[in-house]
């Protein structure tokens, strides 16, 4: 990314169009042909970056927060994939060997899976 952005649209806080520029004449003088206004690069990834008026910031509590989100998601469908037939079947045996151990685990799961659910809501 480049030291300076023109911001030529945005729409609801977000930036709909932007173009960067090394100089700030350079995006000074695209902003007087083409609209917008120019701001110094504030950082972090186009989706994190919020418009006010003729400011833009970065949201970087955004970010991360969506960044949990993904990682507690990611975490579930590793922790289901886990849970498979056979490890049903014996956390369901009633008479096979093992079979508390296999419902111990399988509860043990539950309770992982529980934990990344909270992450989700918030918790």
């Known amino acids: 990314m480049k030291q300076y952005i023109a911001i030529v649209a945005s729409e609801n806080g977000k930036v709909i169009k932007y173009i960067d520029f090394d100089v700030e004449a350079d995006a000074s003088q695209h902003v007087a042909t083409h609209g917008g206004f120019v701001v110094s690069d504030p950082g972090g990834p186009v989706d994190y970056w919020e ?73």
């Open 51 to 123: 418009v006010s008026g003729e400011n833009v910031t970065y949201n970087s509590a955004a970010q991360a927060s969506d960044e949990a989100i993904q990682q507690a998601e990611n975490e579930i469908i590793r922790l289901e994939s886990k849970i498979t037939n056979r490890r049903l079947r014996e956390a369901s045996a009633d008479t096979a060997a093992g079979s508390e151990a296999g419902r111990i685990w399988l509860k043990d799961q539950d309770a992982l899976i529980a934990v990344q659910r909270g992450v989700l809501n918030g918790n």
